[in-house]
């Protein structure tokens, strides 16, 4: 089969040749080529993605802490009685502030953030079974500063998420957090004394989770992709065109001189000349014909001189 190949191979002629292993050679390196560029462009759109995710974590957290340590204590002083304003609630105005951050950037739509608690205040914020095992895991590992990220999927759609535990580091948090006696009345008329009371300070029972569908990373990394492969693809059938054109000028076309000069003189011809355009491989070949040519006309001279005149 190999023999077969390469003997059909041999009997192209050059330019033919120079093409089909120029292809050859492009289509091997776009196929290793691609290979690793898809590699590398996941990858740095995962990066990309998780960058953001943790731009969403750390925005979250400041707007929290601004709340509770700037715009809690300040408004709580003027509500009345058992008044109870939403606005002095940290995680309140960190669902806001997402909103607006996703209005103000329609990338950030793609975007999912959610408080997934085991026991949470508001019941939007619920761990669902597959948030429960990560805060399990975050329970188990006890440590505060871990993160996690991965895959997963949702009715048939597969998402990256990224993960870091939660729990009250303040225990001004455990008035409206630990038990419904101690949380602002107002609270318990809107969110009731059913869930959300109980958490302790620094123990883990949530999780904050941001998630991004999983096909916005590899839209990116396709692009890309798809991109640096058009690039490859123009420079390659550049570098062939180009090949060809030098091929033609450079070494064919002398060469067909060379055999039309040497037919003509093979005929008996010996007016016509080889004519010497360069000094490389072709150059010494046409110097070569020459001197056979020369030497040639010498012998035949010679002959003609020893040959009995009748
Ligand atoms: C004045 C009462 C109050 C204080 C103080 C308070 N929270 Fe909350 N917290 C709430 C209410 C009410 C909600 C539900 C808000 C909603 O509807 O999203 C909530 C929601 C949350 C949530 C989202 C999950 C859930 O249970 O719905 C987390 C996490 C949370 N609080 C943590 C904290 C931490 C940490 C602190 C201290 C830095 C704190 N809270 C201080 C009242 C409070």
């Known amino acids: 089969?190999?023999?077969?190949?390469?003997?059909?191979?041999?009997?192209?002629?050059?330019?033919t040749k120079l093409t089909t292993l120029?292809?050859?050679?492009?289509?091997?390196?776009?196929?290793?080529?691609?290979?690793a560029f898809a590699n590398l462009l996941n990858y740095?759109?995962?990066?990309?993605?998780?960058?953001?995710?943790?731009?969403i974590f750390q925005n979250i957290n400041a707007v929290r802490q601004y709340t509770n340590d700037e715009v809690q204590p300040v408004l709580e002083r003027r509500l009345k009685g058992d008044e109870f304003a939403l606005q002095t609630i940290p995680s309140y105005?960190?669902?806001?502030?997402?909103l607006n951050l996703q209005k103000q950037d329609v990338s950030y739509n793609n975007f999912f953030y959610k408080d997934a608690m085991l026991n949470p205040?508001?019941?939007?914020d619920k761990a669902d079974n597959f948030e429960t095992t990560i805060v399990q895991k975050f329970q188990q590992a006890n440590n505060l500063e871990n993160t996690t990220s991965g895959y997963h999927w949702?009715?048939?759609?597969?998402?990256y998420y990224i993960a870091s535990p939660l729990a009250v580091k303040d225990s001004s948090c455990l008035r409206c957090h630990s038990s419904p006696d101690v949380a602002p009345k107002g609270m318990i008329k809107v969110y009731g004394t059913e869930h959300g009371f109980g958490w302790k300070l620094n123990?883990?029972?949530g999780a904050q989770i941001v998630s991004v569908p999983a096909n916005i990373i590899l839209e990116r990394a396709k692009q890309a992709l798809l991109l640096a492969i058009g690039?490859?693809?123009?420079?390659?059938?550049?570098?062939?065109?180009?090949?060809?054109?030098?091929?033609?000028r450079y070494v064919i076309q002398p060469i067909k001189k060379v055999v039309r000069v040497a037919e003509a003189v093979s005929t008996g011809d010996f007016d016509v000349e080889f004519e010497k355009v360069s000094k490389d491989e072709i150059g010494s070949l046409v110097e070569a014909f020459t001197r056979m040519k020369l030497s040639l006309l010498m012998a035949i001279q010679s002959f003609e001189q020893q040959r009995p005149k009748g």
């Open 203 to 205: 123990e883990i029972n």
């Open 231 to 248: 690039i490859i693809t123009l420079v390659f059938a550049i570098a062939i065109f180009v090949a060809n054109l030098w091929m033609k």
């Open 22 to 35: 120029l292809l050859i050679i492009f289509i091997g390196g776009i196929t290793l080529s691609s290979i």
């Open 93 to 98: 105005s960190a669902r806001k502030v997402f």
């Open 154 to 159: 949702i009715n048939g759609v597969k998402y």
């Open 44 to 55: 740095q759109a995962e990066i990309a993605v998780k960058s953001r995710a943790r731009f």
């Open 1 to 15: 089969m190999l023999r077969k190949l390469t003997k059909k191979f041999q009997n192209l002629t050059l330019a």
């Open 121 to 124: 205040t508001n019941l939007q």
